[in-house]
C-alpha cells in the first residue's frame, strides 16, 4: 500500500476500510464487521491520481495536435477548430475525456474549458462532466478574448446553478486568459469575479516568448496574488517571479511533455522546487500527448534528470546522486494536485477522513511485476495496471473494465463530433484516410 500519507508510509500489506464515501480507517489487519471485503492481493493501493489542468474539451480531438508546436496549435486548434464546437461536441468531449481519465486511473481533475461560446457550452461541459462520475474542478474560461457581453453574468450563473454545494463531486473555478493572452484589465475582472465567488483562478504563465510579458510581476506589482491562483507552465518565468508565487501562497501546475513538444521553454521542476514549490502534474492537451499520468510522471523525472546532468556535465562534473526521485513525482501527481485544487484536506491521499477516491494498481502484469521499488513501480505502471478505481467510496472501474458506462453509445457520440468537427478540414496532423477506418 502507497498511502502518500507521511503518518501512514507505505505498507507491505494493509486494509483500507471505506465507509460511505469516506476512507474510516488505514491499517494492518483492521477488524471486518460486516463490511464487504475487495481481495487486493497483487495489486497496490494508492490515491486516486489528480490531474490538475486538461483541457477536455479537445478528448475527441486525440493525437492531431502530436507533431504542433505552439504556434501552430494556436492557429490550427484555438482559432480554427475550436470555433467548429458546438454545446453538443464540448459534452461528448468531457464525457469522453473524464471517462478516459478515470480509465487511467485519476479520480480528480481541473477541467480548463475555454470554449464557452455560448452559455449552453457551459452546461453541456457540466452535463458531461457530471454524468462521468469523475471529481473535477470545473474551469470556466473564454475561448479568445474579447470576452462576451454574457461572460461575467453566465460566470454566476453557471456558479449558482451548478455548483452550489460545497460537498459535491464537481467544484468551480475560473479558467482566466491572464495577461499572456489577453489584456491585462480582463485578468483584473476575472480574478475580481473569482474573488467574489470564493474559487481559485488557474492562468497560463512564462509560456515561450510570452513570458516576456512579465505577467507574475505585474499582478504582483498591483497586488493581486495570492494562494488562491494556480499558475500553469510558468517555464519562462524569472526566480524572481516564483520567489513572488512562492511567498504569495500560490500553486503551480506543469506539463512537461507538451511544455518540452510545443516550445514553452525547458520544464521549470527543478527551479521551483529550489524556489519552495511544489508542482503538481497536468497532461494540458490529449490532442498533443496521451492521457496517462503515469507517463506525465515519467517525462517529468528524465526531464529534470536530463537538464541537471546535462548541466553538470557542461560544467566539467558528474551528479553523484539525483535530487529528483520517482517518489517526488508520485507525490506530484497526488497530493500536490489536492493542493494545487484547494482539496488536500478531501483527496490525494490515504488518510482517514478523506474521501475514498482509490485506485489499485495490478502488478501482477508483465510490464511491472517482481516489485523492487514502490515508487518507480508507480512510475512505470500505466493504464492497463489500472484494475479499480473508487470515487467517493463509488467503484467506477473494477477488474480493469469501466462501469456504469456504455461506451458503446460514449465511442458513437465521439465519432459522430470527431466527423463533424473535421469535416472539410485540411489542416496538418488529421491522416484523412486512416481515420475513416479505424474508428476510436
Ligand atoms: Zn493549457
Redesign the pocket.
Known amino acids: 500500500m502507497f498511502s502518500v500519507d507521511p503518518e501512514i508510509g507505505d505498507l507491505p500489506r494493509g486494509d483500507v476500510l471505506i465507509d460511505g464515501d469516506k476512507i474510516a480507517a488505514v491499517g494492518v489487519d483492521l477488524p471486518v464487521g460486516d463490511a464487504r471485503v475487495v481481495d487486493a492481493t497483487n495489486r497496490i493501493v494508492m490515491p486516486g491520481l489528480i490531474d490538475t489542468?486538461r483541457?477536455l474539451w479537445q478528448a475527441a480531438l486525440r493525437q492531431i495536435a502530436a507533431d504542433w508546436t505552439l504556434g501552430q496549435y494556436i492557429d490550427h486548434m484555438l482559432l480554427d477548430l475550436g470555433t467548429r464546437f458546438t454545446p453538443e461536441d464540448v459534452y461528448v468531449a468531457d464525457l469522453l475525456g473524464a471517462i478516459e481519465a478515470l480509465d487511467s486511473g485519476i479520480t480528480t481533475i481541473m477541467d480548463?474549458s475555454h470554449i464557452m461560446r455560448s452559455p449552453d457550452h457551459a452546461d453541456e461541459a457540466v452535463r458531461g462532466l457530471r454524468e462521468s462520475g469523475i471529481r473535477a474542478v470545473f474551469g470556466y474560461g473564454n475561448p479568445l478574448p474579447p470576452p462576451a457581453e454574457w461572460y461575467t453574468s453566465d460566470v454566476q450563473r453557471v456558479a449558482s446553478r451548478h455548483f452550489s454545494s460545497r460537498n459535491d463531486l464537481l467544484t468551480f473555478a475560473i479558467a482566466s486568459n491572464g495577461p499572456e493572452f489577453g489584456p491585462f484589465e480582463d485578468t483584473v475582472t476575472d480574478l475580481k469575479l473569482a474573488r467574489e465567488l470564493g474559487v481559485r483562478t488557474s492562468m497560463?504563465v512564462g509560456v515561450g516568448l510570452l513570458g516576456e510579458k512579465r505577467a507574475v510581476t505585474e499582478l504582483d506589482r498591483q497586488g493581486l496574488l495570492g494562494p488562491d491562483l494556480i499558475y500553469?507552465?510558468a517555464n519562462t518565468c524569472t526566480d524572481d517571479e516564483y520567489r513572488r508565487i512562492a511567498d504569495s501562497g500560490g500553486h503551480v501546475s506543469i506539463?512537461p511533455r507538451i511544455e518540452m513538444q510545443m516550445g514553452h521553454g525547458y520544464p521549470a521542476t527543478g527551479r521551483l522546487c529550489a524556489a519552495g514549490i511544489q508542482p503538481s502534474l497536468s497532461i494540458?492537451?490529449v490532442s498533443g500527448v496521451g492521457g496517462s499520468l503515469f507517463a506525465e510522471m515519467r517525462g517529468t523525472l528524465e526531464a529534470e534528470r536530463g537538464w541537471q546532468n546535462h548541466r553538470a556535465l557542461s560544467e566539467g562534473r558528474s551528479l553523484s546522486e539525483l535530487s529528483i526521485t520517482a517518489r517526488d513525482v508520485v507525490r506530484m501527481a497526488t497530493i500536490e494536485g489536492a493542493r494545487t485544487l484547494g482539496l488536500a484536506d478531501k483527496v490525494g491521499s490515504l488518510t482517514p477522513g478523506k474521501q475514498a477516491d482509490i485506485i489499485l494498481l495490478d502488478i501482477d502484469l508483465p510490464n511491472v511485476s517482481l516489485v523492487n521499488n514502490l515508487p518507480a513501480v508507480v512510475t512505470l505502471a500505466d493504464n492497463q495496471n489500472v484494475d479499480t478505481v473508487y470515487v467517493a467510496g463509488a467503484p467506477v472501474k473494477a477488474a480493469g473494465r469501466i462501469l456504469s458506462h456504455d461506451m458503446r453509445r460514449v465511442r458513437r457520440l465521439a465519432v459522430e463530433s470527431r466527423d463533424r468537427l473535421l469535416r472539410n478540414w485540411s489542416g496538418p496532423g488529421y491522416v484523412d484516410s486512416l481515420a475513416r477506418q479505424v474508428s476510436i
Do not use: E, F
Open positions: 489542468h483541457h480548463w497560463h500553469i507552465h506539463s494540458d492537451i
